[in-house]
Nanobody
Framework: QVQLVTSGGGSVLAGGSLRLSCAAS????????MAWFRRASEKEREEVEG???????????YYADSVKGRFTISRDNTKNTLYLQMNSLKPEDSGRYYC???????????????????WGQGTQVTVSS
């Protein structure tokens, strides 16, 4: 059974930093691209925005334009853990952040929601000005 347990959210002032973690289990973590999504509102998951994605070996990453230069996605395949380092946070970065595991073994990294089949429970990030 796939489990993605997200942690590290919280409340910070604009300009601050947070580091999110996602502990994965129940599948061969190193075989799947991973990603972080966020949802700004309380609406359905269809509203999620792809924030960052990383390939199976960590060599390839893509970011949403809104977070380039501020966020860094990384993974530790020895610990089955995904990370998102968020610096220079802005109020518009607020929302619930989800980690997601790719739906296809050895699939490419993608910021498209449909490329992911398993999701963590999410962690709330609140940035105040």
């Amino acid at each position: 059974q796939v489990q993605l347990v997200t942690s590290g959210g919280g409340s910070v002032l604009a300009g601050g930093s947070l580091r999110l973690s996602c502990a994965a289990s129940g599948f061969t973590y190193s075989d799947y691209s991973m990603a972080w999504f966020r949802r700004a509102s309380e609406k359905e998951r269809e509203e999620v925005e792809g924030v960052a994605t990383i390939s199976t070996d960590g060599s390839t990453t893509y970011y949403a334009d809104s977070v380039k230069g501020r966020f860094t996605i990384s993974r530790d395949n020895t610990k089955n853990t995904l990370y998102l380092q968020m610096n220079s946070l802005k109020p518009e970065d607020s929302g619930r952040y989800y980690c997601a595991a790719g739906s296809r073994r050895f699939g490419p990294p993608s910021l498209t929601r449909s490329a992911y089949s398993d999701w963590g429970q999410g962690t709330q990030v609140t940035v105040s000005s």
